[in-house]
């Protein structure tokens, strides 16, 4: 039996996760961080994209996280985030567009507020457009 670690996923409106996994990979704003159990202590912010549980057997689980806060101890991995998703619950034409809505807010500009706010919202809508793609290609394969 392989070690786990407990997950906890949790968002402003709802605990999306609880339970054991062998490995969590998430988007870290450096770049995307793989945790196994007794990895070191962490804290670190997240930027917009997926979340992967792999579960023991092997089957894996996909979130959306809009950022937030990911947070490890040896044994135990927390994912503090406004808005998180489970990939299955991903409305793929709203983020569609939302992702159009967002490019020409950015081609029009007017200021550099609404700018920083359009490239915000243009990179949660691509990450969720990833995640729903993953899950598509996950659902081929298995």
Do not use: C, N, W
Not at 8 to 13: G, L, M, N, Y
Not at 34 to 47: A, D, E, V, W, Y
Not at 90 to 117: G, N, P, T
């Amino acid at each position: 039996m392989a070690m786990t670690l407990h997950v906890d996923i949790v968002s402003a409106e709802k605990e999306l996760y609880s339970g054991p996994a062998e490995m969590v990979t998430a988007p870290g704003e450096l770049g995307e961080l793989g945790i196994l159990p007794r990895h070191s202590q962490l804290l670190t912010r997240l930027k917009p994209g997926q979340v992967r549980i792999k579960l023991q057997g092997g089957e894996e689980q996909l979130f959306y996280v809009s950022g937030g806060l990911l947070e490890v101890q040896p044994r135990l991995v927390t994912i503090l985030s406004d808005t998180a998703e489970r990939a299955r619950d991903l409305d793929e034409a709203a983020a569609q567009s939302a992702k159009q809505r967002a490019e020409k807010a950015i081609a029009a500009h007017k200021s550099d507020v609404e700018y920083a706010k359009a490239k915000t919202e243009l990179s949660e809508a691509i990450a969720q457009l990833q995640t729903i793609e993953r899950l598509r290609k996950a659902r081929k394969s298995g």
